[in-house]
């Protein structure tokens, strides 16, 4: 069977989907919406798929089996439940949302219709970060530090905080993420947020331009999270677990792995597109009526959400917050 799969957003990531999807046999690209609809009309045209006027068109389960929701965040409103409750298997971009309570509602809904659903925490399918987690799980974590420096989205919205919900929410929740699936939940969080370069680099900005977390999990590891998103002259991501007898280290958004131990110090390099791998894991998914290789649900995204949206409160009202709180 040919999944046919309908596309709500036609920008930079739909786009990226929609290369993956060409390489994936079993997909078939049938339908675009986006609110500006020359950008829907150039990105169908690549795979001959139709423009829909209206998402309410674009869900039609009598056209489509799957949709990939790559609108940003600000502007999803309802489409979750839309598809789910029509039986349309769903795909979502990260980050989930800029709250936890429609982000709750949506779960609880997806869940409730059965439908195969996956966040788009792609970094989860690198082989690499699947071995990291391997080794990790029978071992004790102390301290685990992470950071992410370098520039920003090109959006305008990606630069307001009530948009995209700032750079640590959209673009280092890959990072907190990655803590979460090899490490374990969150137990609580601290940070402070700076503003003093942005508005130097975009006049009109409302995140905040360097975070530095701390938080603790629930198995008692502690660690920390510095990120910039106005680092133009140097780019760097990496997640170092640090235990008694070994080190894991994590760079290039999880590209590159360092495992030392008293019988081993290896190094390996990724030869995997995770965004490749997590469509086709999807794609089948859908086709197999089974969701065993997804490697991330859309519980596991609200997790991840609510753990950034913990670090701006805690930063808001200057204290821990303890995370589920
Ligand atoms: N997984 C990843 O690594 C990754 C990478 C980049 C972006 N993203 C996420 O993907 C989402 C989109 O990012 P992007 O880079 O494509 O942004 P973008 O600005 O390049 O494109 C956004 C598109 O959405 C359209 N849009 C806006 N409101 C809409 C609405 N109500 N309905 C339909 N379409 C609408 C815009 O017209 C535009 O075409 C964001 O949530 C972002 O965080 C994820």
């Known amino acids: 069977m040919t999944v046919k799969i309908g596309m709500i957003g036609a920008g930079g990531i739909a786009r990226h989907h929609l290369k993956q999807l060409q390489n994936i046999s079993l997909a078939e690209v049938v339908s675009v919406y986006d609110v500006n609809r020359e950008g829907a009309e150039s990105m169908a045209a690549i795979v001959g798929a139709r423009v829909s006027d209206t998402v309410d068109e674009l869900l039609n389960p009598d056209v489509i089996d799957a949709v990939f929701i790559c609108a940003p965040q600000f502007a999803r409103e ?19 949302g800029l709250e936890l309570q429609s982000v709750q509602r949506k779960e609880q809904a997806i869940r409730e219709s059965g439908v195969i659903h996956s966040v788009g925490y792609c970094l989860r399918y690198y ?7 391997e080794y990790l799980k029978d071992k004790t974590i102390h301290l685990i530090q992470a950071h992410r420096f370098g520039g920003s ?5 990606w630069r307001q905080q009530h ?22 939940e969150y137990r609580n969080v601290s940070a402070m947020f700076g503003h003093n370069s942005i508005k130097s680099v975009y006049p009109d900005a409302t995140i905040a331009d360097a975070g530095a977390v701390t938080f603790t999990l629930q198995s008692g590891a502690v660690g ?5 998103c106005v680092s133009h002259y140097h780019s760097e991501s990496e997640i170092k677990f640090f235990g008694h007898d070994f080190f894991v280290g994590l760079s290039g958004n999880g590209q590159v792995l360092t495992i030392s131990d008293k019988d081993q110090q290896i190094t390996v390099t990724s030869r ?7 469509d086709k894991a999807f794609v089948e998914a859908v086709e197999a009526g089974s969701s065993d290789n997804i490697l991330c649900r859309y519980a596991d995204g609200k997790n991840t959400l609510a753990f950034t949206l913990a670090a701006h409160k805690s930063a808001e009202e200057r204290g821990t917050i303890e995370i589920g709180d």
């Open 272 to 278: 995997l597109d995770p965004a490749y791998e997590q």
């Open 224 to 228: 920390t999270i510095t990120e910039s």
């Open 153 to 157: 989205h090109p959006a305008p919205w």
């Open 78 to 96: 309802g489409l979750e439940e839309m598809a789910s409750s029509r039986g349309i298997h769903l795909f979502v971009e990260k980050p989930l």
């Open 127 to 133: 082989d690499t970060v699947q071995q990291a987690k």
């Open 163 to 184: 948009m995209s919900g700032g750079h640590l929410a959209d673009a280092v929740t890959h990072q907190v993420d990655m803590i979460r699936f090899l490490a374990g």
